[in-house]
């Protein structure tokens, strides 16, 4: 019943911006986290960030990200639409890849194995 799905993904010059978004749909939990993962081409599947929902909404303050994009890249959410989103700022060609959202209960985590949903991705691309 669980569903995720990406959308905002696009071709995008460096330096430039994207935001993503994921609508989620059947999570029932109190407390659960959505994360997001890329993966670049030829590259296995990486962390980029996390936020955690409890006590009815997203807390910001809880969010933490991979070194790679803190400070470039900022983790919202909308507790009325149950959609988070990944705001993309200053983008590289090493941004490239598929962007997934990802839900599992109580903890975040950077481990790929630990997360029980995904959504099918949206595909990033920056140019130089």
């Known amino acids: 019943q669980v569903q995720l799905v990406e959308s905002g993904g696009g071709l995008v010059q460096a330096g430039g911006s994207l935001r993503l978004s994921c609508a989620a749909s059947?999570?029932?939990?109190?407390?659960?986290?959505m994360g997001w993962f890329r993966q670049a081409p030829g590259k296995e599947r990486d962390f980029a960030g996390a936020?955690?929902?409890?006590?009815?909404?997203?807390?910001?303050?809880?969010?933490n990200y991979a070194h790679s994009v803190k400070d470039r890249f900022t983790i919202s959410g909308d507790n009325a639409k149950n959609t988070v989103y990944l705001q993309m700022n200053s983008l590289e060609p090493e941004d490239t890849g598929v962007y997934y959202c990802?839900?599992?209960?109580?903890?975040?985590?950077?481990?790929?194995?630990?997360?029980?949903?995904w959504g099918k991705g949206t595909l990033v691309t920056g140019s130089s």
């Open positions: 990802a839900d599992r209960e109580w903890q975040s985590s950077t481990e790929v194995s630990d997360w029980d949903y």
């Open positions: 059947g999570l029932t939990s109190s407390a659960y986290v």
């Open positions: 936020i955690t929902w409890g006590g009815g909404g997203w807390s910001a303050d809880r969010a």
